[in-house]
């Protein structure tokens, strides 16, 4: 079958027939050439991802203090706050009928607070939820839920004013703390960029003013050193920001190890790592940018937020106030739930 | 196979291999985009601006106003406007001549007669509009034939001192009436314009007041400042003169709601709606600009907050133009642009034709003037697409910047910036200074800068821009008043001469005879123009009023609409290309 086929083949060609031992040396020498093809191939693709491969330089990062406490990092409660509320709170027969300012009651107020906004009782539902931070005040969980519900509606005056009034009363970082996150859920009342630039930044003063004052008395607090820093971060770049935004990203993203030394949460990890890269892409220096999410991925796998940076072509990566990495008229989550919460 | 098959396919495969990795090449690097862009981009030469002040004449330079010393730690910023210039052929000789400012103490202003051939004389002196600044500081200028002689007319606006109206003698020379005609305010104003808001054929005086009403030169308070860099309301109000029609006016603003307290620095007029009627727009520095909606019965509305965004920029300059020929006119809005510190960009905002703007400055290309100044439309080839000229740049100093301690103060809280007194010194500081003018040209579906190859290319504090064919040559010139530095004259001379309508109307009965309000609708080609005579409308200056319509290649004119500012339509007959024509309301019919 073969021959045929060969004499077939040579019948087209035109060129003379070979015996079948001259036949299967010239097979062998194929074969082997293929293959060493095959090996030289594999080795430069080999080759060259070992040199294009992503190479991720250790961060150099500052020192923080060895054996921080939940407390040291702000977050003496975090075991309470990943406590689930009551469910089903409304049909409660605890849950007072009117608010009541009462630590035993505040995780059941807190839940009714939000499922009566869900139901659309605003007024009732922020009633209790206040109640619940005054029964608790130094319960950041309560805090934030009250503080983003007001947040949701536009009540942004009402955050700084009940904010303002913790401040006052009780003179704690925490409440100083709130009072720096309601100043920036503020900015949202200012006009859209590039309008509003006075307002947003003036608001953002007022914010580090107050995170300076916590992180006086609280160096190694980690939700305030990342809100500070972010605050700086969003600055016009040659209002001098930058540099110190650098200083407290790279604190709050060595603080995430005595975080996740003592267990209490991984979904802000990729955040500080997002952050602090965003710092170096708005400066200009793109590698070092990209160096610091691949630093975050190696720590939080598959983090999206590091995944979508990484995926950005590094020529987008310029140092824009509009660009799409905390330019302005990008909004600031200050959910900080996600320093006691896990996931990502 | 063949050794010449196996070449043949060896030859091939090598020039498959070489084509997939030019193309996986051009992919990497858009080149083949690169070349397509380029082959689009403004064709160099296509415009040519020569700066000819020398030669003509007019190479004169802007003096500054110097306040109260109690002001030296920001005098570099309170003295950096002034620079004016207004066009008008005052004379009635068919070349229009040129009002320039100074501000300084006893600096003289000029007008520079049109000689009529390429050159111009100062005859300031001579006519009596020259010796402005023995009090306050001249800061405006605006023509208008307010008592319908046909005689142009001069308002002059100053700081600190009452503004100034001249009438035209007929003769060259001009009477000071300020007293007589009860115009003079003494507000600190930057803006002026000449529109007959009630539409009885009188020209009425709108004026836009910056600084409150206190004598800069003589401070008693160091609080005349802006009470915020994002909201300011606490400016001095606007003034609305009424034409009495017998040589007074009366300030009907307070009655009519348009006594403004922004700080005005420009105001402009235009049949915003197409209603027939002229509506204001105020461009305001540290806060919202404001629109005025002409109700037809002499008031007015404030439409703002439903016709434009909230704005908290630093209006400094309003020019209209209807860039797609649907009658409803677009606006050109100066603001600030500073890479790094403040990005506002300017306004394009596009007319919906339903009483809302949209801004689509950022979409065409036309946002970033820096920290603009005077800016109009104009079409400086006839080629029938307008371009933009926006003049720019604040104070061009020392090295040092002080955007830094501006933006430190501005974000500060708690700082009273109303208090000047509390604002960093100045020194010898530039702030946005050294700016190169924009020159935006169309370009696709963009607009491009061409301006330094076009030989726009000045690095000074540009402030009024005036628009006007001088040599009646139907391309029109850029006359530029710098602040504190050297006058221009930019003489306009593109590549290709494409052909022109130009059009001077002369309003009568229930019209002014300026014809300001005057609408003109140029059908040729099956394309259509429309354009407005203007009442002044343009930081710091004032245009030629004749309308020029560029036609490019086209020869024949299908229609000409004129709607007059009394409201009566009229059509022309098919006029003779490449020349002037002079329209007089009810004899322009055939």
Redesign the interface.
Known sequence: MRLVSHEHLTGVTGEMPVSPGQHRRRWRHIVLVITLILVVIAATAGGAYLLLRPRVQPLALPAVPSNLSAADLGLAGWQMYQRPLPPDPLANPTLPATPQVNPALAALEDAAGQALIRQGALDRGMAYLRAAVLAAPDNLRFANDYRLALRAHGRYSDEEAFFTWQVQTLKTPDAHLNLALAYVDAMLSCPPPPDGLVCQAQLSYRSISELNTVLAVQPDNIIARYARGLNHLYWPVLMGHLPKAQIDLEYAVALTRPLRALGIGSAFIPQAYAALGDVFAKDGQVQAGRNVWLNGERVAPNAPILQSRLAIPTDQLVNEETGPLRGLGIPVNTDISIFWSNGR | ??RRQMLMRTGQASIGVAVLGALGLAHQTGWPMALFHSRRSAAPGAFRLREISHRAGVAVTHQKVLLDHKLDNIMPWVCSVGAAVAAADYNNDGFVDIFVSSSGRNMPCHLFRNNGDGTFTDVAHAAGVADLNREGGVMDAVWGDFDNDGWPDLYVVKWSAPNRLFRNNRDGTFTDITEASGTGDPGNGNAAIWFDYNEDGLLDLYIGNYFPPVDLWHLKTTRIMQD???RARNGGRNVLYRNNGNGTFTNVAPQLGVDDPGWTLDVGACDLFNTGHMDLYLANDFGQDMIFKNNGDGTFTNITSHAI?????KGMNVDFADLDGDGYPEIYVSNITK???????NYLWHNNGDGTFADHAPMLGVDDGGWSWGAKFVDLDNDGELEIVVLNGFVSAGPHSY??EL??M????GIVVEDARNWPPMDNDSLSGYERSRLFVRRGSRYVDIAEEAGLADLYDGRGLCIADYDNDGLPELFVANQGQPFLLYKNDPVQCNHWLGLRLIGTDQSNRDAIGARVTVIAGGRRWVKWVDPGSGFASQSDRRLIFGLGSLTKIEQIEIRWPDGRVEYAPSLEVDRYHTLMEGRVTA
């Not at chain 2, 965004?309 to 920029?313: C, K, S, V």
């Not at chain 2, 890479?339 to 960009?345: N, T």
């Not at chain 2, 501005?410 to 809280?413: G, K, L, V, Y």
């Open positions: 196979m063949s915020d860099f994002e965004p909230i704005d908290t920029r890479p790094g510190y403040l990005v506002e960009g955007w830094f933006g430190t501005a974000t500060t809280p």
